[in-house]
């Protein structure tokens, strides 16, 4: 076993291998392929004695490794050797987070530790989660008064609404996002916006004007995007607007065949029982590191 590196622009024959093996397991690596198909990260291949891939991770400029390891708990052993030596001859010092499935999270942390002596502070546990049509419920409809009902809508938000938006993207990292001992960082907030504006992948629901809810298509792959970012200003919860927002999006993505793929913390009990209400349900365990 071996790891290769391909850099960020992999030749066609590796990328083509590449993009195979991580579209069979996509479901629970949807922002590793994005990110390789926008060619942001730099791309390692981890080899079996046969040259087949088995295992693939990226590293970021601003240290962030995202990964897809499926077999990670059968041979976690041969794993933790190949990448203990690896990352002590890869420069990681300034690795920030660990991003993907748990196992495979787990054994790079193991190594990184082995290599580096680095331990994260903090981790969250999330539960992955698929949309099946045939398990969402029926529509529930929005909570508002008859009368407001036609001043609602839902769209995909332009670059003329960055600035009303930036109020109700603080506060859903503040609320979600961000680790107890991370900061909220305004620079970096508007940036993401700007990104998920001009990427098309931002949507928004509006009462009278006003926008009330928001979500976002986090990541693309091939046959998979992942639905993020969701979150409702507290004076107009229970009222509906997530359901309908996430059912708008829904139905958009598999209407041109995408299965859509979100993951969510286990104790947020009502981020949770919505998902179920929209057809969401549980396919595996998903952790997130931060150095």
Do not use: W
């Not at 922002?31 to 087949?52: F, M």
């Not at 077999?71 to 300034?94: M, P, T």
């Amino acid at each position: 076993m071996l790891v290769l590196s391909l850099g960020k622009v992999p030749d066609a024959k590796k990328f083509s291998a590449v993009e195979s093996f991580l579209v069979r397991h996509e479901k629970s690596c949807v922002s590793l392929l994005d990110r390789i198909y926008r060619h942001e990260v730099s791309v390692y291949c981890i080899l079996g004695d046969s040259h087949e891939i088995r295992g693939i991770f990226s590293y970021s400029q601003g240290g962030q490794i995202l990964h897809c390891i499926p077999d990670a708990l059968q041979s976690y052993d041969e794993y933790l050797v190949i990448l203990r030596i690896y990352f002590s001859n890869l420069n990681i010092q300034n690795v920030f987070s660990v991003i993907g499935e748990e196992t495979g999270t787990n054994l790079i942390l193991s190594a990184i530790f082995l290599a580096t002596k680095k331990i994260p502070e903090s981790n969250q546990i999330f539960n992955l989660m698929e949309y099946n049509p045939r398990k969402e419920s029926a529509k529930a409809g929005l909570k508002v008064k008859p009368a407001r009902v036609d001043s609602v809508c839902v769209a995909n938000c332009s670059m003329k609404l960055l600035d009303a938006l930036v109020p109700i993207q603080e506060a859903y990292e503040k609320e979600e996002v961000l680790t107890l001992e991370q900061e909220f960082n305004p620079l970096m907030s508007k940036f993401g916006l700007k990104k998920s504006i001009s990427e098309k992948n931002l949507y928004a629901a509006f009462l009278s004007g006003k926008i009330v809810a928001k979500a976002a298509v986090n990541a693309s792959g091939k046959n998979c995007v992942q639905l993020g970012g969701v979150f409702t200003l507290p004076n107009y919860r229970k009222l509906g607007f997530a359901e309908f927002l996430i059912k708008k999006i829904v139905a958009e993505k598999n209407a041109v065949g995408k299965k859509i793929v979100l993951f969510v913390k286990p104790k947020n009990l009502a981020a949770v029982t919505l998902y179920k209400r929209c057809g969401f349900s549980n396919f595996g365990k998903f952790k997130i590191s931060y150095y």
